[in-house]
T-cell receptor, first 113, second 113 residues
Framework: KQEVTQIPAALSVPEGENLVLNCSFT??????LQWFRQDPGKGLTSLLL?????REQTSGRLNASLDKSSGRSTLYIAASQPGDSATYLC????????????FGQGTTLQVKP | DTAVSQTPKYLVTQMGNDKSIKCEQN?????MYWYKQDSKKFLKIMFS???????INETVPNRFSPKSPDKAHLNLHINSLELGDSAVYFC????????????FGPGTRLLVL
């Protein structure tokens, strides 16, 4: 049974810092891995999707890496800003390609001005 | 233009009642999903439909019944509501299947009293 864990559960950093969020999963037979952002009281916004054959994806100040064999992904945020404050969720899609996403419990990030 | 919309946004009701949540997407996607986010913010898939056909049916009480009248709509009907049904329910859609980014609606906050 696939389990997804995110560490740390919460993180507080001063503005301008570079930071790394971690995601680990127990079954390496995944189709893809997605990082989402959730603002309080809002829905999820997809940030990056990494296919199982890829090693990383970049979008602006965000870079996500995937090491399928070790069951790990990281989300790197460069030059953090107060507007980056949100909960970041990692989700893996199983190898059956049904679209079933299994989520971690998220890392809540606070970037202080 | 809202890509994935849900109604209502908030729903407060008494135990034992029956209620429905509606979801519509205007992205032209073939696949739609229902997720439940509990009080600990843990997101778990409930159902998915591809072009009106049920694809994923997780271990969910049979009081929950999804209905897809067409591929742009996926509604969730809940019978005999219980206190434990209180949660945020998210609808999502993707172009076709598991390798695609999923787009989430804003969520429906259900409170059962």
């Amino acid at each position: 049974k696939q389990e997804v864990t995110q560490i740390p559960a919460a993180l507080s950093v001063p503005e301008g810092e570079n930071l790394v969020l971690n995601c680990s999963f127990t079954d390496s037979a995944i189709y893809n891995l997605q990082w989402f952002r959730q603002d309080p009281g809002k829905g999820l916004t997809s940030l990056l999707l990494i296919q199982s054959s890829q090693r990383e994806q970049t979008s602006g100040r965000l870079n996500a890496s995937l090491d399928k064999s070790s069951g790990r992904s990281t989300l790197y945020i460069a030059a953090s800003q107060p507007g980056d404050s949100a909960t970041y969720l990692c989700a893996v899609s199983g190898s059956s390609n049904t679209g079933k996403l299994i989520f971690g419990q998220g890392t809540t990030l606070q970037v202080k001005p | 233009d809202t890509a994935v919309s849900q109604t209502p946004k908030y729903l407060v009701t008494q135990m034992g009642n029956d209620k429905s949540i509606k979801c519509e997407q205007n992205l032209g996607h073939d696949t739609m999903y229902w997720y439940k986010q509990d009080s600990k913010k843990f997101l778990k898939i409930m159902f998915s439909y591809n072009n009106k056909e049920l694809i994923i049916n997780e271990t969910v009480p049979n009081r929950f019944s999804p209905k897809s009248p067409d591929k742009a709509h996926l509604n969730l009907h809940i019978n005999s509501l219980e206190l434990g049904d209180s949660a945020v329910y998210f609808c999502a859609s993707s172009h076709s299947g598991g390798w695609e980014t999923q787009y989430f609606g804003p969520g429906t906050r259900l409170l059962v009293l």
